[in-house]
Nanobody, 121 residues
Framework: QVQLVESGGGLVQAGGSLRLSCAAS????????MGWFRQAPGKEREFVAT????????YYADSVKGRFTISRDNAKKTVFLQMSSLKPEDTAVYYC??????????????WGQGTQVTVSS
């Protein structure tokens, strides 16, 4: 069992940066690949980034590639999403998830409650 709690969201101007954190509880965090997803109002949840259990492999949605960086610290049971050059279209609730190294949300077993990111123009 893994419980996930996101933090670090907020209001930022376009071009700014935010760093999201996702703290996990449970002894098996390092066994899971991790992902970040987001959901904007009126839209379906979409994939943002994923990282494998060692942190050696990462994969990004085209819309965030070059601007966002996913990382993890297994000793601290935390996964991060560093977001730079933010755009208004990045506004969404951001969720972290534990599961498989994939962009498919159906392959993730555990989800956090989400943290709101709002980018003003």
């Amino acid at each position: 069992q893994v419980q996930l709690v996101e933090s670090g969201g907020g209001l930022v101007q376009a071009g700014g940066s935010l760093r999201l954190s996702c703290a996990a509880s449970g002894r098996t965090f390092s066994n899971y690949d991790m992902g970040w997803f987001r959901q904007a109002p009126g839209k379906e949840r979409e994939f943002v980034a994923t990282i494998n259990w060692t942190g050696a492999r990462t994969y990004y949605a085209d819309s965030v590639k070059g601007r966002f960086t996913i990382s993890r610290d297994n000793a601290k049971k935390t996964v991060f999403l560093q977001m730079s050059s933010l755009k208004p279209e990045d506004t969404a609730v951001y969720y972290c998830a534990a599961g498989s190294y994939t962009a498919n949300s159906n392959q993730y077993d555990y989800w956090g409650q989400g943290t709101q990111v709002t980018v003003s123009s």
